[in-house]
């Protein structure tokens, strides 16, 4: 695992939920391969990564719904798991939230929310109310799940998944299956209750933006493995590999040889630390981050940050709604690459433009 962040410092607060080391295998394949994380309390955690890298299958790991083949899960310090000793799901004090909200339909609402809850009839209802007037839904206690909205549904899914008072909550893309108008302000609000709660959440998402937006940890993961674990600006602004670059964002990429410690581009010289001569490097950056400049027919000086400017040659240009993206031809050498501005720039094809690429934005990596 490379490019993480040091998480607990010596002296530090116990982690509220430690794996360390969890392997599943199916059919002589890992598809969770020696993962290790702490989260701490009031703390969100997300899982990053596409469709079948081992997110949801490490939270069933920590739910006690599926058994590891290897490595130890901890709860404030205390072992609940490993491959000889295991504390049952339902005495893990750890609470789950899917896609699927899962209320029964023939309970009411209050019903919903005080499910599994120990103690007398009164108490229960007593603790449903109060979870139903945090999330703004006391009105709808004796109401049945039908007659709810799917955001409405969603916070009574939250709810019942706080009622027991949960110390660790795991979620598993909670939001994908919400209206995008809703999905924002349903989510800031579920953050905001658990941390209220002061509730550790391993959450699961493949969206970037949603990690991005509701995070205070990524981990990155890609074939059963964290490629890289971090603060959301760490892990954005210091990628471990083009992979990670690619993940939150469209890239540009230019080859390049290293020699003496140099890669040659149609931008200039990009310092390559670290790369034997002769090694193909590949320097990646973001669409956002090409700068575009009108061609006077006398191009700019070369500077330090930005090297030597490139002819280059619009083939299309659209608007997105909040910026525009750019395709461009390089005229000496034909790479493509693509530029994104705010607000709407639409130059007409065969417009010819200078680009610039800021060297601070840009990574290089060994090619693969």
């Not at 962040?5 to 020696?34: M, Q, W």
């Not at 990690?211 to 892990?235: C, S």
């Not at 193909?280 to 930005?306: K, N, Y």
């Not at 909040?322 to 530029?339: C, D, H, M, Q, Y």
């Amino acid at each position: 695992m490379v490019g993480n962040d040091k998480v607990n410092a010596p002296g530090s607060p116990t982690p509220r939920l430690e794996i360390r080391n969890l392997v599943r295998a199916y059919g002589g394949r890992r598809v969770v391969d020696d993962v290790s994380l702490t989260v701490m309390p009031g703390q969100v955690t997300c899982l990053l990564g596409p469709s079948g890298c081992g997110k949801s299958t490490t939270l069933r790991m920590i739910a006690g719904v599926e058994m590891q083949d290897a490595g130890e899960i901890w709860v404030d310090g205390n072992l609940i798991c490993d491959t000889v000793f295991r504390v049952p799901p339902e005495r893990r004090q750890i609470g789950l939230m899917f896609q699927d909200f899962a209320l029964f339909p023939h309970l009411t609402v209050g019903a919903n929310v005080a499910f599994g809850l120990t103690g007398s009839k009164a108490e229960k209802r007593e603790r449903a109310e109060e979870m139903l007037s945090r999330v703004h839904l006391k009105r709808f206690i004796d109401a049945y799940p039908d007659s709810l909205s799917g955001g409405e549904q969603q916070r009574v899914a939250l709810a019942r998944a706080l009622a027991p008072r949960p110390r660790i909550m795991l979620m598993d893309e909670p939001f994908s299956g919400l209206d995008n108008r809703l999905r924002d302000g349903i989510r800031d609000e579920t953050l905001a209750l658990m941390r209220e709660e002061d509730t550790a959440v391993l959450l699961v998402t493949h969206e970037p933006e949603e990690a991005m937006r509701m995070a205070d940890q990524i981990a990155l993961m890609r074939d059963g493995r964290v490629v890289q674990l971090g603060a959301p600006y760490n892990v954005y602004t210091r990628p471990a590999d083009k992979a990670a670059v690619a993940f939150f964002s469209d890239t540009n990429v230019l080859k390049a040889k290293v020699e003496g410690a140099l890669a040659m581009t149609p931008f200039g010289r990009f310092l390559a630390p670290g790369h034997p001569d002769g090694t193909e490097v590949e320097i990646v950056f973001r669409p956002q981050h090409l700068r575009i400049d009108f061609d006077r027919g006398m191009p700019p000086a070369p500077t330090p940050t930005e090297g030597t400017p490139a002819r280059a040659e619009v083939e299309r240009a659209r608007f997105l709604g909040n910026e525009s993206l750019i395709e461009f031809k390089l005229v000496e050498t034909g790479i493509r690459l693509k530029a994104t501005v705010p607000n709407v720039f639409l130059p007409k094809v065969g417009t010819m433009l200078l680009l610039r690429v800021p060297r601070d934005r840009c990574f290089v990596f060994e090619a693969g």
